[in-house]
């Protein structure tokens, strides 16, 4: 009888469990990636979300309104990260731009606008002398510009996001990463929205964790 009983009760269990998974919005392997090992963040007292992206990627270009609005409206315990994939060739210039106008303090003047004239202006920005003559508007001189793009700062952040990138596991732009431990993709998601959808679970899921 008390077999019988340890029997159910493993049973019982079990079917517990299952019911719990089922009932999870999202399964890991199925709408987002568990990571093997966990990426670095930058602030260990917050929940992170970073956006993998490149300028010249169509899909980043129409991605970027909703995740920029989604962004504005995180919760204080939350900080979001946009990591340029370096991924070479174009990939690492366009890089190199992001980290160059964060350096001056005009990221989030110029974000958009660098979307923009790459997607909209059919202005591809592939070399300095184009970025430059585009940024002159923005209050951005040549001298400031070649000193910040060619600076230690600027370099060692192209090198860590090199590192993000290959610790993110990533063959593919837009994607966000959770926590340094999950991976988004729009595949698995099937749409933005539902990345941002995954993403807010996920955060939630990191939190009730702390």
């Known amino acids: 009888m008390r077999a019988l009983l340890t029997v159910g009760l493993i049973w019982l269990l079990g079917s517990f469990g299952m019911v719990q998974a ?13 990571l093997p090992t966990p990426a670095p963040t930058l602030d260990p007292d917050k929940i992170e979300v970073s956006e993998l992206f490149w300028y010249g990627c169509p899909h980043c270009f129409a991605f970027q309104p909703t995740i920029h609005e989604w962004s504005k409206s995180l919760p204080d315990d939350v900080n979001f990260r946009p990591v340029p994939a370096m991924f ?17 303090g005009k990221l989030d003047e110029t974000h958009d606008a660098v979307f923009n004239a790459i997607h909209k202006q059919n202005n591809k920005l592939k070399d300095q ?3 430059i003559e585009f940024l002159e508007p923005y209050g951005i001189s040549e001298e400031d510009f070649v000193k910040a793009w060619d600076s230690f700062g600027v370099k060692s952040k192209m090198n860590q996001a090199e590192q993000l990138a290959r610790a ?3 063959s593919g732009v837009p994607c966000l990463i959770v ?13 933005f929205e539902n990345m941002l959808k995954i993403a807010e679970y996920l955060v939630e899921q990191e939190r009730q964790a702390q």
């Open 179 to 191: 926590n340094g431990k999950y991976r988004i993709e729009g595949k698995m998601a099937g749409s």
């Open 22 to 34: 089922q009932d999870a919005p999202y399964q890991a392997g199925v709408n987002y990636v568990v």
């Open 168 to 170: 993110y596991r990533a």
């Open 129 to 131: 002398d184009a970025m």
């Open 88 to 104: 070479g060739g174009e990939w690492n210039t366009h890089g190199q731009l992001f980290y160059t106008l964060e350096s001056l």
